[in-house]
């Protein structure tokens, strides 16, 4: 059991007698409420820093998820663009029998694709090949 202690307290005489209508022991409600003004602040200031702590870890994981979207798009983007050059490639090496690497250089630049990425696809394919054209 808690060490009380009585003390004596100057309260106003109409709020002792509302209290002591609405509380069974008034004496029990004044130390609740000291608990709570002395106590309650750290509590409440734990709880804050905490929340901040909270945002901040999600601002950070809706970061790096943006970031991870965007790495999608760009590797969905690359794949779309690699298989527009190779359908390119085919219709060039159907005409002809073989392709320009120039050309082909060229083709890469324009849509943003690995120029060896393509150039080993070619040469798994058995697709011919030749510098200029």
């Known amino acids: 059991?808690?060490?009380k202690q009585r003390v004596q307290l100057t309260i106003d005489c109409d709020i002792l007698a509302a209290a002591k209508d609405k509380y069974p022991s008034v004496s029990?409600?004044?130390?609740?409420?000291?608990a709570m003004d002395m106590y309650g602040s750290d509590?409440?200031?734990e709880l804050v820093q905490r929340l901040h702590q909270l945002k901040l870890e999600e601002k950070s994981i809706t970061k790096r998820i943006c970031e991870l979207e965007k790495q999608e798009v760009v590797i969905k983007e690359s794949q779309s663009n690699v298989e527009a050059v190779m359908e390119w490639v085919k219709e060039i090496y159907l005409r002809n029998g073989f392709i320009g690497?120039?050309?082909?250089?060229?083709?890469?630049k324009r849509k943003s694709v690995?120029?060896?990425e393509v150039k080993q696809?070619?040469?798994?394919?058995?697709i011919a090949y030749?510098?200029?054209s």
């Open 1 to 3: 059991m808690p060490n």
């Open 28 to 34: 029990h409600r004044v130390n609740e409420l000291l």
């Open 43 to 45: 509590e409440k200031d």
């Open 101 to 108: 690497l120039n050309k082909l250089q060229k083709e890469c």
């Open 114 to 116: 690995s120029f060896e």
């Open 121 to 126: 696809i070619l040469d798994n394919e058995g």
């Open 130 to 132: 030749v510098n200029f």
